[in-house]
């Protein structure tokens, strides 16, 4: 005995059927392939929250440790700075503190770009509706 693939559901075509049962069979296809949709897009919708959420989290955590490390490191190189500079630790300072603020200014200018450019756009919603419509159009011929 072969193994036959699973079928999509198919109606019985049955000749009596009036207009009036064509037409609810219809709305309730219709009705059924609706809420498919906003359950798929609810679905991409709580994805993208918990992805969101986890990539917040990690960043929360590396800007602390990076806060850390920064300071450490501005303190370290403006003493060193300063140093070379005569034991003069304000020259240091300021020299470190400039170029942290430029620095600070690129970084900032490139996040903003980047925050720019995210998909809104459900790409697997609009595409299941391509599919929705196509269905619609051939059982329509």
Known sequence: MA?????????????DVGIPDLIRRLTDDSKR???????????????S???????????????????VAMVALTIGLAALIGRLANFNYWVGALIVGVVELVLAFVLIKRGLAELGK????????????????????????
């Open 3 to 15: 193994h036959r693939p699973p079928q999509y559901h198919q109606t019985p075509i049955d000749p």
């Open 33 to 47: 392939l609706a809420s498919d949709e906003v359950r798929l897009a609810k679905l991409e919708i709580n994805e």
């Open 49 to 67: 929250i918990h992805t969101g959420a986890r990539g917040t989290l990690w960043l929360a955590v590396a800007f602390g440790a990076g806060v």
């Open 118 to 141: 995210p998909s809104y756009t459900l790409p697997e919603t609009r595409e299941s509706l391509k599919d929705t419509t196509s269905w619609v159009a051939r059982r329509a011929d």
